[in-house]
C-alpha cells in the first residue's frame, strides 16, 4: 500500500477553524515501535548510523531532546508494555513473562489521561492479554499480529477478544507499518477536537520475522552492512554462566540461530554462514525500520501541515532494545547494551530546546509518571518512576538516580537466556545469572551454572571483557553489590521467598 500526503490535504482547511478553537494544553503522540535498538537510529551515531536508516527520527531528535542513558527494566516484549501503563516494575506489577496478564483495572496510564479531559486511542501493537478497554478508542494487533494483511481488534466490532476486523480492501498486499498509521490518520481527522489527544501509536515492526513491505525489497542491496566490533569474539560469552547459552547470528547454536531464519547453506564453513547470516538479517531488519520511519513522517507532516504540530508533544522509543550480533547474539532478553537501551527522542518546542541532550539514567517506570506530568495529572504513588519533566525542560534533579534495576525472568525459554538479574551505573553494570527458573510462567524447568559479570563501561562500552574477579575491581564489585542489594529492597523485589536463589547468591 502506497501512502501519500495529496490524499491528506483537501481536508486540511476544514480542520483550521477547529484547531484554532481547542484548548491550550498539548496533544500527546506516542510513537513506539517493537525490538527497534537505539543502534538502527542515525541520531545514535553507531557502526549502522552511515546507512541512514531513520532520517525522520534523526530530524525528530534535532528537534527535540534525545536521551543517551535510558534502559528498560525487563527486556521482553509484553513485560515491558505492562511497566509503560503502571510506571511499575515487573515483579510488582505482575507481569514477569509474556504469559502473565495485566488486569485492566491497572491500565493506569490511559484511565488517568482519559480522566483528564484527553481523548484516547491507541493504534498498532498492543501484546497484552487483556482488552485495552480504559482507551476511547482502540484498533490493535492481536497477539504478535501478521505483517502482511493484518487484522486487529476494534473497539465498537463487537466483544472483545471476537471483535476482530481486516484491514482496508485492496488488491495489494498492505504491511502492517502502513496499515497502522492509517488507522491513526483516519482517527486524528476524525477526533473530537474540543479536547486534546492522547494517541498511543505502536508499530509491531521491526519484530522478527523481519517483514518490509515492498517498496524496501532492494534497500541495502548494494551495500556491505558494517559488523559489530563484537560479532566474532571467541568465546562468545563472558562468564560460565553465559557459556553456550543464547541462541546466535552463526553456527554456535545449533538449536536455533540466523542461519536458520534467513535459510543459509548449513554447508557453508563457519565464517562464511555468519558472514552471510549476519548480512541477511540487518538488511531485512533496516528494511522494517525503514519503513516505520517513512511512516512517522507521514504522521508528523500530517500535524504539521493541520497546524497541530507546534501544539504536540511527540516522543518516540522502543519497547526495549535489540541483539543486532553484538556477541554473536540475537533477539533480547539479555542485560548486555543493545538489548538493555532503549532509544529515547521528545519533542516539544514550548520545553525542550532543539538538540539537546540528557545522559540522564532512564528506565521505562519513567515513562508513565512523564506523560502524566505533561498531561497535567499527578502521578499516583503505587507508581516506581519519576517525571522527567524537570530534565526535559534543562533542570535535572539533583537526586536523580545513579544506579538503574533490571531482571529477565523468563529462564532458558525460546532463545535460551539463564534469568538473571543487575544494575547498571554510568559507570559499569553488575549482572548476576543465578540459574533458576523460580516460579516465573513459562520459565525452562531447569538449573544453568550460576555467575557474575561486571563491565567497566567507560573503558570497554562493547562489553566485550568481563572484570568481575580482577582483583583491581575488588572494591568497586563491593560497592555494586551492596548497591545492588539496597536498590532491590528500594523496588522491592528483594527475593526473600526464593531461599535457594538467596544462598546461590551468598555462594558466589
Known amino acids: 500500500m502506497k501512502l501519500s500526503l495529496r490524499c491528506f490535504l483537501p481536508a486540511l482547511a476544514a480542520f483550521s477553524v477547529a484547531v484554532a478553537a481547542e484548548p491550550g494544553r498539548p496533544n500527546i503522540l506516542w510513537i513506539m515501535s517493537d525490538d527497534h535498538a537505539a543502534e538502527a537510529v542515525g541520531a545514535y551515531g553507531s557502526h549502522l548510523a552511515k546507512l541512514n536508516p531513520t532520517p525522520a527520527l534523526d530530524r525528530l531528535a534535532a528537534e527535540g531532546m534525545r536521551f543517551t542513558n535510558t534502559f528498560c527494566t525487563n527486556s521482553i516484549c509484553t513485560p515491558s508494555r505492562a511497566t509503560l501503563l503502571t510506571g511499575q516494575y515487573s515483579h510488582t506489577n505482575g507481569v514477569r513473562t509474556l504469559s502473565d496478564p495485566l488486569p485492566i483495572a491497572r491500565h493506569d496510564l490511559p484511565r488517568l ?8 486511542a491507541i493504534i498498532g501493537k498492543w501484546h497484552l492479554h487483556e482488552e485495552p478497554a480504559e482507551f476511547d478508542y482502540y484498533c490493535v494487533l492481536p497477539g504478535q499480529g501478521r505483517y502482511f494483511n493484518p487484522v486487529f481488534h476494534k473497539k465498537g466490532a463487537g466483544v472483545w477478544p471476537k471483535n476482530l476486523v481486516n484491514s482496508p480492501d485492496t488488491y495489494d498486499s498492505q504491511h502492517s507499518s502502513d496499515v497502522i498509521t492509517k488507522f491513526s490518520l483516519d482517527w ?7 479536547k486534546p489527544f492522547f494517541l498511543m501509536h505502536h508499530f509491531k515492526a521491526p519484530h522478527d520475522n523481519f517483514e518490509n513491505a515492498e517498496r524496501y525489497d532492494f534497500l541495502y542491496d548494494d551495500v556491505t552492512i558494517p559488523e559489530p566490533a563484537s560479532l566474532r569474539d571467541v568465546p562468545n560469552s563472558a562468564s560460565e554462566a553465559t557459556k553456550g547459552t543464547g541462541t546466535s547470528i552463526g553456527k554456535r547454536n545449533a538449536r536455533r540461530n540466523m542461519g536458520h531464519h534467513m535459510f543459509v547453506d548449513p554447508n557453508l564453513p563457519d565464517d562464511e554462514y555468519l558472514r552471510i547470516s549476519y548480512q541477511r538479517y540487518l538488511k531485512k531488519y533496516l528494511r522494517t525500520v525503514r519503513g516505520l520511519d517513512d511512516n512517522i513522517a507521514l504522521l508528523i507532516a500530517y500535524l504539521r501541515e493541520s497546524g497541530q504540530l507546534e ?10 532494545g535489540f541483539m543486532l550480533g553484538q556477541h554473536d547474539y540475537i533477539d533480547k532478553r539479555w542485560m548486555y547494551e543493545p538489548s538493555l537501551r532503549m532509544p529515547f527522542i521528545v519533542r516539544y518546542p514550548a520545553k525542550v530546546a532543539p538538540g539537546s541532550l540528557s545522559d540522564a539514567l532512564v528506565n521505562n517506570t519513567d515513562f508513565a509518571p512523564t506523560l502524566l506530568a505533561l498531561a497535567g495529572v499527578a502521578a499516583p504513588a503505587s507508581m516506581q518512576g519519576r517525571s522527567l519533566v524537570p530534565i526535559l525542560e534543562g533542570r535535572p534533579p539533583a537526586d536523580w538516580r545513579t544506579a538503574t534495576y533490571y531482571r529477565y525472568w523468563m529462564h532458558m525459554t525460546h532463545h535460551d537466556n539463564p534469568a538473571h538479574y543487575g544494575i547498571r551505573t554510568k559507570e559499569f553494570k553488575l549482572i548476576f545469572y543465578y540459574g533458576l527458573p523460580l516460579d516465573a510462567t513459562g520459565a525452562l524447568k531447569k538449573t544453568t551454572t550460576p555467575g557474575w559479570e561486571l563491565f567497566d563501561l567507560a573503558k570497554d562500552p562493547e562489553e566485550r571483557r568481563n572484570v568481575y574477579g580482577d582483583p583491581a575491581y575488588a572494591a568497586t564489585v563491593r560497592q555494586l553489590k551492596a ?3 539496597r536498590l532491590k529492597q528500594e523496588v522491592g523485589d528483594t527475593d526473600d521467598r526464593y531461599p535457594d536463589l538467596l544462598k546461590i547468591r551468598e555462594e558466589n
Open 113 to 120: 489521561v482519559k480522566g483528564a479531559g484527553y481523548q484516547t
Open 483 to 485: 548497591e545492588l542489594v
Open 188 to 194: 486524528l481527522k476524525q477526533r473530537d477536537r474540543s
Open 311 to 320: 501544539n504536540t508533544i511527540i516522543l518516540y522509543t522502543s519497547d526495549q
